[in-house]
């Protein structure tokens, strides 16, 4: 299906950060043309580091990583659009039709899910703080 470029929403970049804050998950989605209310944590990584989480939907890749910050680790998502051009060469692309954005927004979901499984998995159990 081809839609016309004013139909498409267009990112530069997506990123999903979930971590622990005061207790509770919170979750923020930035674009690099919209301001968040949420302070982003540092994502810088060291080179050569690897997605601690890989998967796809459609054409949608998803890499989760694990980060650092001064409240300790949490973990972020990054979306890219994968696809072939006319020279059947694969491309990495950041804008999403509305066929895509249902992909993207799975996606999203399953992320943030696996983020959250994660945060549950390394919560303190409320017998082991006495």
Request: aromatic share 6%; net charge positive; proline share 5%.
């Amino acid at each position: 299906m081809n839609v016309p470029s004013h139909l498409q929403i267009r990112f530069k970049r997506i990123s999903l950060a979930l971590h622990t804050n005061h207790g509770g998950a919170h979750a923020a989605v930035n674009s690099s043309r919209s301001k968040s209310a949420t302070p982003r944590q540092s994502t810088v990584r060291p080179a050569g580091s690897k997605p601690v989480d890989k998967f796809i939907d459609g054409p949608v890749h998803v890499s989760i990583w694990q980060n650092n910050g001064s409240k300790g680790a949490f973990r972020t998502a990054s979306f890219e659009l994968r696809y072939k051009n006319d020279q059947e060469q694969w491309q990495t692309g950041r804008s999403y039709s509305a066929s895509n954005l249902k992909h993207l927004e799975s996606a999203a979901r399953e992320a943030r899910s696996r983020i959250e499984a994660w945060q549950q998995a390394i919560a303190p159990t409320p017998h082991a703080l006495t």
